[in-house]
């Protein structure tokens, strides 16, 4: 394994880990706070055990993600140090911004964890809003970030070197708002539908439990809308990538000629040599309409870049077939669920559709790994789109499979602890005895 | 202060949440030796007050490193660019060690079912505390030491070790551990309000305040021929006399404040201390940001970019400091021996 590989393969690991934790951080305090809402106002003691237990998840993986985060702002310098030289003070400011945003996150957490009985209902209430909102800013930020060296902006190149440099400019990068977007819609729509499929598989088996009825129902709240919404934020983004990163288009839809009345190839096989897909369905003129609104559009094909210039192919279009089938599966789940609850059926005793829901469940997480492995893998061979080639960002360090081997070992460890502990805190049904008997409201000691 | 340079306003606000850091972060830290050193027939009291002590606040005290990385890199690129090359391998184990560190932290506080487990973990969350310091302090000292220079193509050993395996850097890394565990121990006696467990960390204080002493006449010992740069400055520099003096008469001050139990005294003292060392250090170095070639002006980034750091400080200090004081309000009004965190 040559030291770039090794490097790549660490920053994969790295963010491929962390990836999870912040959607959950993203995800979790939304539904912790509808669930205590919901207690506040209709006095259900089981909303207030939801919202106590989510809290309790929610800091579990905080804790991860506050970590595995820290881990990679030192690993952009420990891999990276040439792209930090150039773009630290181009897209510094996201980052620092993220930092803010992440401090009150976590002071906020620490209040609402805590707080129970310490603070008024209200001001609990909004520590948990605080909470939800600062989440969703830190994810926004770093997005901003990773989209900049997508569509890099707000500097000059000269001989190598930015000048002119207007982190401003670099923040409002023509990625930014798709991409953030994307990703704020993934968080929510993973968690949701994520924890909504634990609750549909334990309502499988034990069918009237209140608790997990009550919880679905919270979850979908959350995750149903975004899933619902996330394929037209999708289609925003194949346009925007079309116009600003068209290899990656190509490598996506493993698009070899260039021409007009692209076709969309469904599956399939892209055979590097031959320059053309095996076993696909093609759907005649798909991408240009995709791409832009227009079955004549010419369509950029690999065929415009030099080989060295293409990332791999395969992957990406893999990658990027997955993201899509299973994004579209849960945006039918919610779109059914929708259904179900503008006909006041009974999702909790659906049994076809709780079904579904519960082989939705991972669906996200591994949507959103895929998505993020078309944006990274699609973006090669650079690491600022057009300016700054990866091979060229890497360090001169040696050895470097010994800390990708090391980091590997360390996240495996900690995510089998982390499903663990999950397992065994929040997942698990509460007996009546225990909740009644832990959690009395305001006075009681707890946490 | 028109002529004040952005580039040195910056570069003090990073000293200064680098201190922070040493003086928030370090207390956690601290407070896992003492959680590997509890004895005595009030063993696992102590750990209690320790885990409560910890348990609300490490994370939000980790934004102060974090706060130091990101300026670094926004602000003097180059340096960051440096510092991950060359400091490559001390750095990944202090990663891996403040990981495996809060992990084994919240897992342990969840992990309720077993005693076993329980203790497992606190084995790795004591084992990590002890480790991070040390190579944290390691880092500091390579820094101080000007000895971190571009790696020249070829050696790894001259590239990648030397520059920080010296006995210097090591020095800097005893004296890290000792005065984060100093700080916890002064922190934790004001966590309690049974006065035999603030009497064990007091004593552990003074204990912890004279190892403090050793490790750094210790590392000054070295400084000539560890880092000559920084020990030109403490020794000829016109504030090094008033400096010394400042800085001993506080440690001082600290230790007989412990000794007659005015713990609240101790406390404020403390902190003036940790700024004094880190303070001290800034100055020392001072044109240098990363001696022996990288000046703060010499490598900061773009004035925009600097003005837009400094906004956007302003702008985020003005929603968190609130925040904290709020977070910290609402734990010191309760009874001590359950929550709240000195500072």
Redesign the interface.
Known sequence: MSDLLAARSQMAVSLGFHIIFAVIGIGMPVLMVVAERRWQKTGDPIYLELAKRWA?GT??L???G??????L???????W??F???????I??P???E??A???E??????Y???WD??SRRAHLLAGI?VAVSGVASGIFVVTANAWMNSPTGFDLVGGRAVN????AGMLNPMMFQQTLHMTLAAYAATGIGVAGIHAVLLLIDRENAFHRRALAVAMMVGAPAAALQPLSGHHSGQVVARYQPAKLAAMEAHFRTGPRAPIELGGWPDMDAREVRYAIPIPGGLSILAFSDPDAVVEGLDRFPRADWPNVPIVHFAFQLMVALGTYMAIVALWAGWLAWRRQDHASHRAFLRALSVAAPMGFIAIEAGWTVTEVGRQPWTIYGVLRTADAV?????LIV?FL??TV?YCF?GL?VVW?LY??IARSPRPTEWSRRYTPAGASSA | MPDLPLADVLAAILALSLAAYVLFGGADFGGGVWDLLASGPRKARQREVIAHAIAPIWEANHVWLILAIVLAFTCFPEVFARLGTVLHIPLSLMLIGIVLRGSAFIFRSYDTEELKAQRRWGRVFAIASLATPVLLGVCIGAVASGRLVPPADGDFVTGFVEPWLTPFALAIGLMTLTIFAFLAAVFLTLETHDPELADDFRRRGLIAGVAVFVAAFAALALAPHGAPLVQRALVSSTWAMPFHLVTGAVAVAVLAALWFRKYRLARIGVGMQVLCIVGGWALAQYPYILPPDLTVTGAAAPDRTLRLALIVLVAGGAILLPSLLYLFRVFKSSPADRVGHGG
């Open positions: 309790k800091a579990i905080f804790a991860v506050a970590v595995s985060g820290t881990v702002s030192f690993e952009l310098g420990l891999l140090p040439t930090m030289r150039f773009a630290g003070p181009i510094g400011m980052f620092s911004l930092g803010f992440f401090f009150t976590a002071i906020f957490l620490g209040v964890l805590y707080g310490r603070i605080m440099v207007d982190p401003i360090t001169p360090m040696p050895g800390p090391c980091f360390l900690l602890i502990l065994h805190q």
